[in-house]
């Protein structure tokens, strides 16, 4: 989707994380006249190598977005028109063991950098979020998650993220900072850190080691293709109402199990090789979200086939092994031995 509007200077944050840098790279693609400041904090999820097919293209700028000032001076510094705010701790089972890092950076530093983007005179602010602030729905629910759905997170990851997301909608309705948000579906895709379901599984796989399952293998997700949420931000920086939120999914959902097979299937490898793991406390069991809103008001919709696209991801990772052999010893939580039954070690 091209826009026919004068080009705008583009602040990504999170932008070396996996759907940041994916968004960067797109966006230098689909706008290669927008100019694109990407900051990071560089924390251990965030890797510069992922920005390396753009970096000669791109600003880069080492920052948390918990620093005001620091956030404060990118922006008038660049003249940014944009602010797409990626940027959050986003690892489930690391947030019950460490939840004050999650407030900070997901509910103070989106409140800094939303104070920072207000004071800079920003012409649209965009807050990406998550499916699970609202909570679970039941295996056998009909209903699907809509935008004015009630906000009951139930871990402090996606309590944190519930409470970025108030502080936006408080910036638009008390200074009239023009924001949109989106919540989106479970993201696949390249470069995503091998803490998550798909590159764990994938990476261990590929060295023999055993896919931990959590008990609750029949828990679903919805899922979506990276590329896929990324032409969803575009569309909503195109066309979103100010103030609205869209959700973003495909109504595609696969279980833990359907998961761990289809990339063992793939891979070629045994069955043999899952093994069951206790479930981390608040493990919600189905997300679902209704996404009419932004196929009806701005014609999106996925185009990435759930298969295709997890098979293709599976490969990317088994002939990228020099992207993810070296980020194995940064992962802060050991999924496959962390939890016991009843809680955390």
Known sequence: MHRATPPRTVLVTGAAGFIGANFVRYWRDRHPDDPVVAVDALTYAGNEENLAAVREDIVFAHADIADGPR??????????????????ESHNSLAVLDPARFFRTNVLGTQQLLEASRQAGIERFHHVSTCEVYGDLALDATEAFHEDSPYRPRTPYNASKAGADHAVRAYHETYGLPVTLTNCANNYGPYQFPEKVLPLF???ALRGKQLPVYASRHHRREWIHVDDHCRAIDAVLSGGVPGRTYHVG????????EIADLVLDELGLPASLQTTVADRPGHDRRYLLDSSRIERELGWRPTVPFEEGMRETIRWYRDHPQWWKPLLDRRPVAE???WQEGGAR
């Open 336 to 338: 496959e031995s962390v």
């Open 202 to 204: 994938v990476t261990n």
């Open 250 to 257: 495909t109504a595609k959902e696969a279980s833990v199990q």
């Open 71 to 88: 956030m404060a001076e990118i922006l008038r510094e660049h003249r940014v028109n944009v602010v797409v705010n990626f940027a959050a």
